[in-house]
């Protein structure tokens, strides 16, 4: 029987057309029945046009269904990959613009910080209702999320869907080991590497070629390129020893480090704001798309690009063995780093199915940041779970950059302020301004 793959939040119109031409070029899965669910009829649509022309170019022939009835859409399912973003690019201007007023810098605002943790309460109803329906229609089906604040998502159902099968997928640990090989002029298909952290802030513990680590030829190539080294997760590399696996504007937020000073954003160039820019370009790319569609009996498919998705449906359902990095909840897994809370690790998979790798401790250095990364994310699930507002304005304060710039007054202000913004997209406990 051919798998049945849904995605969620289908009219992200650009995201879905990467999945669906790396789907496609599985032999195996080119006649898989692939299910659109989004709640914007123009978007689906389009999503539903992108996939018949992506299938077309690819010499696929699946069986597609477009609804906006999300439980129809889920009844069934073996795969649900979850894309969605709730409220959209309005949401965003909102997550910037207003802490913008405080003198709050941000760069993308989409993991902790306040844009993450507003981005994350907005997301955890509509989290939740996917994980009851799929309890009821598709119990055995696995959730592949790639939503962002993905650490915050995954501890949240963690916490309300305890039964679910759900991997957490993110690029950043495949294009940072991309661009660490072009910087020293190894292939990538030749080198091992081994990474674990947090998502957006894991760590490269160990990358070799040929049994050799490539760490010294990475300091060389620093050292002869004065202006490699005005970027913020090679200054935190040659300060910590270990390189971060995410990119440097997403690096800058998650420490207390360097937004607050108007010399290190000069020193190392970090584009403050750099999300607003990159929403209003994927708005000028669905538009793109729109017009191409028109005019196009088939789309091209992307060769570069190297989803994880596809390539855990393709080995869950073929048998054939990969490792990954996957957001999974820690279960003693990285040792010191709290249980119960999302981590990634590479996670084996195979026919059987997805199979996380212990680490065991972290150096150190990296350990302690990533806890204080966790603060947030775990406060901000806790605040929804227990409908307790004063656990949001508590997962700001701790909030590295945010408690960096802001007093605790301003602080709360600011989750008022944000709260009043957004207002039915929260949580309901939490739709409240919270006075002392």
Same mark, same amino acid.
């Given at each position: 029987?051919?798998?049945?793959?849904?995605?969620?939040?289908?009219?992200?119109?650009?995201?879905?057309?990467? %999945?669906?031409?790396?789907?496609?070029?599985?032999?195996?899965?080119?006649?898989?029945?692939?299910?659109? &669910?989004?709640?914007?009829?123009?978007?689906?649509?389009?999503?539903?046009?992108?996939?018949?022309?992506?299938?077309?170019?690819?010499?696929?022939? +699946?069986?597609?269904?477009?609804? #906006?009835?999300?439980?129809?859409?889920?009844?069934?399912?073996?795969?649900?990959?979850?894309?969605?973003?709730?409220?959209?690019?309005?949401?965003?201007?909102?997550?910037?613009?207003?802490?913008?007023?405080?003198? %709050?810098?941000?760069?993308?605002?989409? #993991?902790?910080?306040?844009?993450?943790?507003?981005?994350? =309460?907005?997301?955890? +109803?509509?989290?939740?209702?996917?994980?009851?329906?799929?309890?009821?229609?598709?119990?055995?089906?696995?959730?592949?999320?790639?939503?962002?604040?993905?650490?915050?998502?995954?501890?949240? =159902? &963690?916490?309300?869907? +305890?039964?679910?099968?759900?991997?957490?997928?993110?690029?950043?640990?495949?294009?940072?080991?991309?661009?660490?090989?072009?910087?020293?002029?190894?292939?990538?298909?030749?080198?091992?590497?081994?990474?674990?952290?947090?998502? &957006?802030?894991?760590?490269?513990?160990?990358?070799?070629?040929?049994?050799?680590?490539?760490?010294?030829?990475?300091?060389?190539?620093?050292?002869?390129?004065?202006?490699?080294?005005?970027?913020?997760?090679?200054?935190?590399?040659?300060?910590?020893?270990?390189?971060?696996?995410?990119?440097?504007?997403?690096?800058?937020?998650?420490?207390?480090?360097?937004?607050?000073?108007?010399?290190?954003?000069?020193?190392?160039?970090?584009?403050?704001?750099?999300?607003?820019?990159?929403?209003?370009?994927?708005?000028?790319?669905?538009?793109?798309?729109?017009?191409? !569609?028109?005019?196009?009996?088939?789309?091209?498919?992307?060769?570069?690009?190297?989803?994880?998705?596809?390539?855990?449906?393709?080995?869950?359902?073929?048998?054939?063995?990969?490792?990954?990095?996957?957001?999974?909840?820690?279960?003693?897994?990285? #040792?010191?780093?709290?249980?119960?809370?999302?981590?990634?690790?590479?996670?084996? =998979?195979?026919?059987?199915?997805? &199979?996380?790798?212990?680490?065991?401790?972290?150096? +150190?250095?990296?350990?302690?940041?990533?806890?204080?990364?966790?603060?947030?994310?775990?406060? #901000?699930?806790?605040?929804?779970?227990?409908?307790?507002?004063?656990?949001?304005?508590?997962?700001?304060?701790?909030?590295?950059?945010?408690?960096?710039? !802001?007093?605790?007054?301003?602080?709360?202000?600011?989750?008022?302020?944000?709260?009043?913004?957004?207002?039915?997209?929260?949580?309901?406990? !939490?739709?409240?301004?919270?006075? !002392?």
């Amino acid at each position: 029987m051919k798998p049945t793959i849904v995605i969620i939040g289908a009219g992200s119109v650009e995201f879905t057309r990467e %999945l669906l031409g790396d789907i496609f070029s599985f032999a195996e899965l080119g006649s898989v029945r692939v299910v659109l &669910h989004d709640i914007n009829i123009e978007r689906l649509q389009t999503a539903e046009a992108i996939t018949l022309a992506t299938a077309r170019a690819a010499g696929a022939q +699946p069986e597609v269904v477009a609804t #906006t009835d999300r439980r129809r859409a889920l009844d069934g399912a073996d795969y649900v990959i979850n894309v969605i973003q709730v409220g959209m690019h309005e949401a965003t201007l909102r997550d910037f613009e207003i802490p913008a007023r405080y003198g %709050l810098n941000q760069t993308i605002g989409d #993991t902790i910080g306040v844009g993450g943790i507003f981005r994350g =309460l907005r997301t955890f +109803p509509v989290l939740e209702a996917i994980a009851r329906d799929m309890a009821q229609v598709c119990p055995d089906a696995w959730l592949l999320n790639y939503t962002n604040p993905m650490a915050m998502n995954v501890t949240f =159902l &963690h916490h309300v869907a +305890p039964k679910l099968k759900v991997l957490g997928l993110c690029h950043s640990v495949y294009w940072t080991m991309a661009g660490l090989c072009e910087l020293v002029d190894v292939p990538l298909e030749e080198v091992s590497y081994w990474s674990a952290g947090v998502n &957006h802030q894991a760590w490269v513990l160990r990358w070799e070629h040929d049994g050799r680590d490539l760490y010294p030829l990475l300091d060389q190539r620093i050292a002869a390129d004065a202006e490699l080294r005005r970027r913020v997760r090679v200054d935190m590399y040659r300060r910590l020893g270990y390189y971060p696996t995410e990119t440097s504007e997403h690096s800058s937020e998650y420490v207390p480090w360097y937004l607050r000073h108007p010399d290190e954003i000069a020193r190392l160039r970090i584009n403050i704001g750099e999300y607003v820019s990159i929403s209003e370009a994927n708005l000028a790319e669905y538009a793109r798309i729109r017009a191409e !569609l028109a005019d196009a009996h088939t789309l091209g498919i992307d060769t570069s690009s190297t989803e994880y998705a596809p390539q855990v449906i393709h080995s869950l359902e073929t048998g054939t063995v990969r490792v990954i990095s996957a957001n999974v909840v820690n279960d003693g897994l990285i #040792t010191n780093l709290p249980d119960g809370v999302a981590v990634e690790v590479p996670t084996m =998979l195979d026919a059987l199915g997805a &199979h996380p790798m212990k680490v065991g401790d972290l150096p +150190p250095q990296c350990a302690a940041l990533n806890r204080s990364f966790l603060g947030p994310v775990d406060l #901000t699930a806790r605040a929804a779970v227990d409908g307790d507002p004063r656990l949001v304005r508590a997962a700001a304060m701790v909030d590295p950059n945010t408690a960096a710039a !802001l007093t605790v007054d301003q602080i709360w202000a600011l989750c008022d302020e944000l709260t009043t913004a957004h207002g039915q997209l929260l949580p309901e406990p !939490l739709r409240t301004e919270l006075a !002392l």
